[in-house]
């Protein structure tokens, strides 16, 4: 009992970093229609942001830990915007009227470019951190494993879900939130109604980064190892988890990513581990085939 009890802790706390990253797939698929496939080297790039700043700050004498997180967050956030900024003006704004394949295409080409960027910028090789935040709260103890919850996993879990709130409170309660919201009903019709499509699409790409980022610090905290291609392999998971909460649906994000996170940890607790990832893409696909527009996805409506 113990050690399912620290599988399902170990499972929701890698779901939340997938939920995280997810998000900004689902944003930017609802409102354009099209899948940012270099999203998840956006957060490959936020965790090595994280751990310049984290370098950068340790060097110049801030010890404390809180104030050395929160300013690594805020940082890697920022910047991370300012890339998904970018990819969003070079590789969908000048194809956005064109066939629907070729801001695909411009896609994987800045995945491609984000992650030789940062192999020659860094090095090929793994980074790896010392951890910053230990301890932990015993849960349960049997006979032979004792689970708890570490200060990393609580961090984790608490981070995430302040930043889904706030994230929520900006899409359901503000003239933003409405104009993205518009945008994914129709997007042309909304520009015909004084909303600066150009400036919400661009926003939504900066905050779906900003997610990406902030994923990033947190999965460099928690592994405390990072390389330059841990964006296509997380990327996928997220797509993955986007894909089965029901594409277009942010809860849906969430709680694919969640799903992804708890079938990985549990197949690799009672199962062969090198088959984690064929479990989790199984379980997408036996979903899809019964529930084609996911968990929380709605169907699509054809307009005649």
Known sequence: MAYALQQLINGLTLGMIYGLIAVGYTMVYGIIGMINFAHGDIFMVGAFLSLIALIGLSAIGVTSVPLALALTLVFAAAIAAL??????????RPLRGSFRLAPLISAIGMSILLQNFVQVSQGARSKPMAPLIEGYIPLWTDENFAAHLSAMQI?????TLLVLGVFTWLVTRTPLGRAMRACEQDLKMAGLLGIDTDRTISLTFVIGAALAAVAGLLFLLYYGVIDFYIGFI?????????????????PGAVLGGLAIGLIETFWSAYFTVEYKDVAAFSILVVVLIFMPSGLLGRADVEKV
């Open 83 to 92: 890339y998904g900024w970018a990819v969003e003006r070079i590789a969908y």
């Open 234 to 250: 997380a990327g996928v998971k997220a797509f993955t988890a986007a894909v089965l909460g029901g594409i277009g649906s942010l």
């Open 155 to 159: 961090a984790i879990i608490v981070t």
